[in-house]
């Protein structure tokens, strides 16, 4: 399974940025988003079920971000807005076998990087003050 990033960029406080992950293959997994600022641990920002139906996100983001995808197009989605300057980061999208979010399975994600079995490349974003 290979994930493609991308859609990052610069842009100013308050501004906003949609990235997609574009993955391979016919299969659909959960998928998760990551970002890992430069001395920082990566740490986890959210996550959606491979059908799309449980959403969740971390504390900092929520309100501002949207996550959503598109099995049709193997693609998943981080619509960003309301941009802080500690949103700066790369970016890395992730998939895991883990079947969360399903019916008769738990509808907490897997939050820990080590938790997900593929991941992309990464996009840089960079918001300015």
Known sequence: VQLQASGGGVVQAGDSLRLSCATSGRRSYAMGWFRQSPGKEREYVAAI???????????????????????????????????????????????????????????????????????????LVTVSS
């Not at 504390?59 to 807005?81: C, E, H, P, W």
């Not at 079947?99 to 996009?123: K, R």
């Open 49 to 123: 079920s491979w059908s799309g139906g449980t959403i969740d996100y971390t504390d900092s983001v929520k309100g501002r971000f949207t996550i959503s995808r598109d099995n049709a197009k193997n693609t998943v989605y981080l619509q960003m807005n309301s941009l802080k300057p500690e949103d700066t980061a790369v970016y890395y999208c992730a998939a895991t076998h883990n079947t969360w979010g399903e019916a008769g399975t738990t509808s907490t994600p897997p939050p820990l990087p080590v938790e997900y079995d593929y991941w992309g490349q990464g996009t």
